[in-house]
């Protein structure tokens, strides 16, 4: 089945010990997203690439970074993790700006 | 500003009631229309999907669209206890690539 895959399911760190969150689709969309969702919050968008092209919102720290090696995988990078930062972080894609199909999400804790 | 409502609940229904869970948004220009559900713990699931004004039915559920009124609802029929989550309005606005989400409604429907 197509889908969207995330690693880890769950990722603890320790305050300011960088971390790497990885996305992967077999749908073969050119959109891919990442949200950060705290409890009782609607999904926050932090950037998206559509194609080749990163869109970084305007709110997204600085912390924050993303790498897209090509279609299929995407990369989230906390550079350094503040216990603020304890959320869980989703990745979503799209074809276009049609209707976008979520990952499991990876629940991160910093310690 | 971009801006999606909606009453953060809890609505509670019975078994077998209908839930009708509403949704408003400010961009006039705003296209495409979208509900997610999302148990607890887990990420949000693509239920439906609307982009013309009236009705669009899928099983049990109803999405109804009013772009006179900036108006989104779901309504779910012969509503089950696996039908307790929040459910989510994401609205794609004009110009814009990415989706705008409400904080959500918890539904709870009680056996």
């Known amino acids: 089945d197509a889908m969207v895959i995330q690693n880890p399911r769950y990722q603890v760190t320790q305050f300011g010990k960088p971390v790497t969150l990885s996305c992967s689709q077999t749908l073969n969309h050119n959109v891919m997203y990442w949200y950060q969702q705290k409890s009782s919050q609607a999904p926050k968008l932090l950037f998206h690439?559509?194609?080749?092209?990163?869109?970084n919102e305007a709110d997204t720290p600085d912390n924050f970074q993303s790498r897209r090696p090509n279609t299929s995988f995407c990369f989230l990078d906390i550079r350094s993790p503040g216990l603020g930062d304890a959320a869980m972080y989703l990745c979503a894609t799209s074809r276009d700006s049609g209707e976008q199909f979520f990952g499991p999400g990876t629940r991160l804790t910093v310690l | 500003q971009k801006e999606v409502e909606q009453n953060s609940g809890p609505l509670s229904v019975p078994e077998g009631a209908i839930a009708s869970l509403n949704c408003t948004y400010s961009?006039?220009?705003?296209?495409?229309f979208f509900w997610y559900r999302q148990y607890s713990g887990k990420s949000p699931e693509l239920i439906m999907f609307i982009y013309s004004n009236g009705d669009k039915e899928d099983g049990r559920f109803t999405a109804q669209l009013n772009k006179a009124s900036q108006y989104v609802s779901l309504l779910i029929r012969d509503s089950q206890p696996s039908d307790s989550a929040t459910y989510l309005c994401a609205v794609n606005m004009k110009g814009y690539s990415t989706l705008t989400f409400g904080k959500g409604t918890m539904l709870l429907v009680s056996p």
């Open positions: 690439y559509y194609d080749k092209d990163f869109n």
């Open positions: 961009d006039r220009g705003s296209q495409s």
